[in-house]
């Protein structure tokens, strides 16, 4: 198997667990977390069972618990989640029209522009998968996830190992240490030369 498809297979991976366990948080301006609707209390119980349900990868029951609360409780953290389940579905139009429908919302964060470019690089659009992962970074510099996708998509989708690299770099930079990247780095810079 191609080092290049691997690193689509462990993107895949890394970008679900990361989406699906911080489902339910979004960044603060000062880096921290804090839940979208500001506190739990304010979520009904049913909303923190479905959370759970995604923790579980119960994706169909968390998806039919999100979808009952969706009039009555419209907000970035439910649509958001509901793209993650579709994200995880492969069903990525219907992703693409929840993460625009959290950011028709008002909160454009680092990490939805992240999820954006996912959405977008799998169903082709590259140049706007392009935009968001850029759009994810200047929003947050040190988001070394927005980084890897970036690299990667330059790397395996673009197919423009020169620009992947720097990407590469500032994601290990960013990163804990991981033998893979590393390993990346090594092939990314024999195929440039």
């Known amino acids: 198997m191609s080092t290049r498809y691997t690193k689509a297979g462990w ?19 000062n880096g921290g977390s804090e839940t979208v609707s500001r506190t739990t209390k304010e979520r009904p119980a049913k909303y923190t069972y479905a ?14 618990v ?7 409780y419209p907000n970035v953290d439910l649509y958001t989640n509901i793209a993650i389940i579709y994200l ?10 929840y993460v625009e429908k959290s950011i028709a919302l008002g909160l454009d964060s680092h990490i939805l522009q992240n999820i954006y470019g996912v959405v ?17 970074i200047t929003k ?3 988001y070394a996830d927005a980084y890897l996708n970036l ?7 673009i197919d423009s190992p020169s620009k992947a690299l720097p990407y590469y770099e500032k994601y290990k930079e960013l990163s804990s240490n991981d033998e893979k990247i590393d390993k990346w780095i090594i ?6 030369k």
């Open 151 to 157: 690299a990667i998509l330059y790397d395996i989708y």
């Open 88 to 97: 995880n579905k492969k069903n990525y139009d219907k992703a693409k029209l």
């Open 11 to 29: 993107l895949f991976t890394v970008t679900f667990v990361i989406l699906t366990f911080g489902c339910s948080t979004l960044p603060s301006d």
């Open 140 to 142: 947050n510099a040190n």
């Open 187 to 192: 092939e990314i810079k024999r195929r440039i």
């Open 66 to 72: 999100f979808i009952s609360l969706e009039k009555k």
């Open 51 to 64: 959370i759970e349900l995604m923790k579980r990868k119960e994706y169909d029951k968390a998806y039919d």
């Open 120 to 136: 977008l690089r799998n169903i082709g659009s590259f140049d706007g998968a392009l935009k968001a992962y850029s759009a994810s």
